[in-house]
């Protein structure tokens, strides 16, 4: 089992930077991949950040430039660093852990970006 808690979201204006953190705690040991995601009202989920074990990053193209995915391994915890931050940025953010078995989610934090 791998436990997965979510914070950082809260209202920002237009412009503005918010960071977000992902905690991971049980069987991290068998997790590659710590993804963000993120839920726009009446909007598919999509992906928006991934990195793997090995530092390795990937972003949606409309994130590229603005949002940094991170990891401290010696704390368990994958950060979002999210800049310059627009309207369409508002969502709710989901943490995502691929381990070897199955995926693992989190509770989700919303972030709110006014205009």
């Known amino acids: 089992q791998v436990q997965l808690v979510e914070s950082g979201g809260g209202l920002v204006q237009a412009g503005g930077s918010l960071r977000l953190s992902c905690a991971a705690s049980g069987s991290i040991i068998s997790v590659n991949t710590i993804s963000w995601y993120r839920r726009a009202p009446g909007k598919q989920r999509e992906l928006v950040a991934a990195?793997?074990?090995?530092?390795?990053?990937n972003y949606a193209d409309s994130v590229k430039g603005r949002f940094t995915i991170s990891r401290d391994n010696a704390k368990n915890t994958v950060y979002l660093q999210m800049n310059s931050l627009k309207p369409e940025d508002t969502a709710v953010y989901y943490c995502?852990?691929?381990?070897?078995?199955?995926?693992?989610w989190g509770q989700g934090t919303q972030v709110t970006v006014s205009s």
């Open positions: 990195i793997t074990s090995g530092g390795r990053t």
């Open positions: 995502n852990a691929m381990s070897t078995v199955r995926p693992y």
